[in-house]
Structures are given as structure tokens and as C-alpha cells.
């Protein structure tokens, strides 16, 4: 059988609208502070994170009636000067957005490479709960933890997708703003009575 971009695109497409049907449970937090993890690695052999990190938003919200009483987020304090603490950042992509892209590239055959798919614009993880808060109506509640002794030398203070290929092929869907994707997900999916339908 021979292989091509579309019938990966079609295949990885398939794959994840038959992933996201599926039910995995969420894990009960114990007392305390609510502890987010979050792992962005989408591609490669590290991409397992991604799931990981998904696991982790759903416990987190899953959990919202505890944050309104009071249950604080915890984020990493920065162990870098200039950085302050929580302004570490990322490229968060909403999935929709990904899909966007994949099935702009399934209708434009002629257009074929290697495209980094993210917005182009890194946001800290504080803007991250800053948002979450702001989608549930509940005033934020962060505190910052010193990071694990063992990552601190190696941890990415600043990940951002360089899109200018993906644009450069012609696509110009844009990109959901990061506050109106948490708004999205948290009203449209977790802070329902079933968040898989």
C-alpha cells in the first residue's frame, strides 16, 4: 500500500475525531491545592504528552465547584531573572484550529512540506488560568510553587511556533484567541454534565 499526505491527513483526522469520542476518566484531586501540569509536545515521539496534558485540564475543571470555594491554582515560580512568575510561556492552539489547518491542507493538494502548526504568538500559562477563571466567573486564585530541583535547568521558559511556511503556502484561516478558546472549550465541553457530548 502506498502512502501519501492525504491518506495520513485522512488517517491522523479520523484518528482524533475517534480519540476525542472516547471516555477517559478523571482522576479525583485530593484536599488541597489543585496542581495543572502542562505538557504541549503535539508531534513526534514525545506527542503522548498531549494526552497527558488534556487528562490534566479535565481533572482541573472537572473540579471547578472546589476552585469557587477557594482551592488555588498552582503554577511554577520562575527560577529566571526577567521572567516573572507564571509568565512562562507557550503556543497554545485550540484544536479546532488544528483541524482548520489539516483539512485546508486535505482540500489543497498542490500545497505539500512540513508546516509547524501554531498561532505564532507564545501566551504564559498565567494568561492560561487567568482565562479559565474568567470562563467559569470566579475571581483568580493562583499561587506560585517553586519548580522540581530536577527541571530547572532544563525547563523551556519560551516555546512559539514559526508559522511563516504554513502562512507562506497561502493559509490564512487565522487563529482563535487564546481567552476565547478557554471560554470555548470550558462552557462548551467541561463545565457541562457530560463533557463528552
Given at each position: 500500500m502506498s502512502m501519501n499526505r492525504r491518506k495520513v491527513l485522512k488517517g491522523a483526522l479520523a484518528a482524533g475525531i475517534?480519540?476525542?469520542?472516547?471516555?477517559?476518566?478523571?482522576?479525583?484531586?485530593?484536599?488541597?491545592?489543585?496542581?495543572?501540569?502542562?505538557?504541549?509536545?503535539?508531534?513526534?515521539?514525545?506527542?503522548?504528552?498531549?494526552?497527558?496534558?488534556?487528562?490534566?485540564?479535565?481533572?482541573?475543571?472537572?473540579?471547578?465547584?472546589?476552585?469557587?470555594?477557594?482551592?488555588?491554582?498552582?503554577?511554577?515560580?520562575?527560577?529566571?531573572?526577567?521572567?516573572?512568575?507564571?509568565?512562562q510561556r507557550r503556543d497554545f492552539i485550540y484544536v479546532d484550529d488544528v483541524v482548520r489547518v489539516m483539512m485546508w491542507l486535505l482540500a489543497t493538494p498542490t500545497i505539500s512540506g512540513l508546516f509547524n502548526v501554531g498561532t505564532g504568538a507564545a501566551r504564559s500559562f498565567k494568561d492560561m488560568m487567568l482565562a479559565a477563571y474568567a470562563a467559569l466567573g470566579a475571581a483568580p486564585n493562583i499561587q506560585y510553587i517553586d519548580m522540581p530541583e530536577q527541571i530547572r535547568g532544563s525547563y523551556q521558559y519560551f516555546t512559539q511556533s514559526e508559522v511563516d511556511r504554513l502562512r507562506g503556502a497561502g493559509y490564512n484561516g487565522g487563529f482563535t484567541k487564546l481567552e476565547d478558546a478557554v471560554e470555548l472549550y470550558v462552557k462548551g465541553f467541561l463545565d457541562r454534565a457530560d463533557r463528552f457530548r
Open positions: 475517534a480519540t476525542s469520542a472516547l471516555k477517559v476518566p478523571a482522576a479525583v484531586a485530593q484536599a488541597g491545592p489543585i496542581k495543572v501540569g502542562f505538557l504541549t509536545i503535539k508531534t513526534g515521539p514525545l506527542a503522548s504528552g498531549g494526552l497527558q496534558m488534556e487528562q490534566g485540564l479535565v481533572t482541573f475543571f472537572k473540579e471547578r465547584n472546589n476552585m469557587l470555594a477557594g482551592r488555588p491554582v498552582q503554577l511554577f515560580r520562575s527560577h529566571r531573572e526577567g521572567i516573572s512568575d507564571g509568565d
